[in-house]
């Protein structure tokens, strides 16, 4: 509907003061994917409104009491519950935005700490499933008293809330060349997080893979050891 979305509009300029239209085009959005059932962890939040309903009994009204028309009496009291509605929608959209642009400022942060670290690891394995393990470039598993002592206490200190001192942590104070990362589900927060900062240096693959490229390393080992 154009007419909701000039509201959407207003509602950001007048109520929230968003008056950059590139900023109300990202609230919108979100919004929208909602809507379209693409952010399932938002849609209990907006629910309750069946949208043509409201306009449809709103006008039947109108008609079935012949009255005088005007838009904006119209909108201000006969479509009053329903804009009501779509400023919850948006107010629910700004926090989504904002805890977004937020996010966006901790991976770039992130990625800066990286881009000065040294490599402690030309590669390191990282097995997420029930329980997490890591395991260094030969295949053994690191202990957690281990990637504990290797953490840069800047990262906590500086980052103490956003920081995730069991993975995140070890991971960019380590900061390996390559992050071989085995997992059943590469949308989960925690491995979108890891590849958003390490980027190309992830690969992901199969929790199922492990075992067989831990056999394969260790078989080439064998052989050159011989």
Not at 32 to 44: C, F, I, K, T, W
């Amino acid at each position: 509907m154009t007419k909701r979305e000039e509201w959407f509009r207003t509602i950001l300029a007048e109520a929230y003061l968003f008056t950059e239209v590139e900023e109300q085009d990202q609230i919108i959005e979100i919004i929208y994917s909602v809507l379209e059932g693409d952010r399932q962890e938002l849609a209990p939040f907006m629910e309750g409104l069946v949208e043509n309903g409201h306009i449809e009994k709103a006008v039947n009204e109108i008609f079935n009491e012949k009255i005088s028309f005007s838009f904006d009496s119209f909108l201000k009291f006969r479509l009053k519950a329903y804009v009501e509605q779509l400023s919850q929608w948006v107010e629910i959209a700004i926090d989504e935005y904002k805890m977004e642009q937020e996010y966006q400022v901790f991976v770039h942060t992130l990625r800066s700490f990286l881009a000065d670290r040294k490599p402690q690891l030309a590669h390191l394995y990282l097995v997420i499933d029930e329980n997490m393990s890591f395991y260094d470039q030969y295949f053994i598993e690191m202990k957690r008293s281990e990637l504990f002592k290797a953490i840069d206490r800047k990262l906590l200190v500086n980052h103490p809330v956003y920081v995730d001192s069991g993975t995140i942590a070890p991971l960019l104070s380590i900061a390996p060349k390559n992050i071989y990362l085995y997992t059943e589900d590469a949308q989960q927060p925690l491995v979108r997080t890891i590849i958003n900062i390490f980027e190309e240096r992830v690969k992901i693959n199969p929790i199922s893979a492990f075992e067989l490229d831990k056999e394969n390393f260790l078989s080439e080992d064998s052989e050159n050891i011989r």
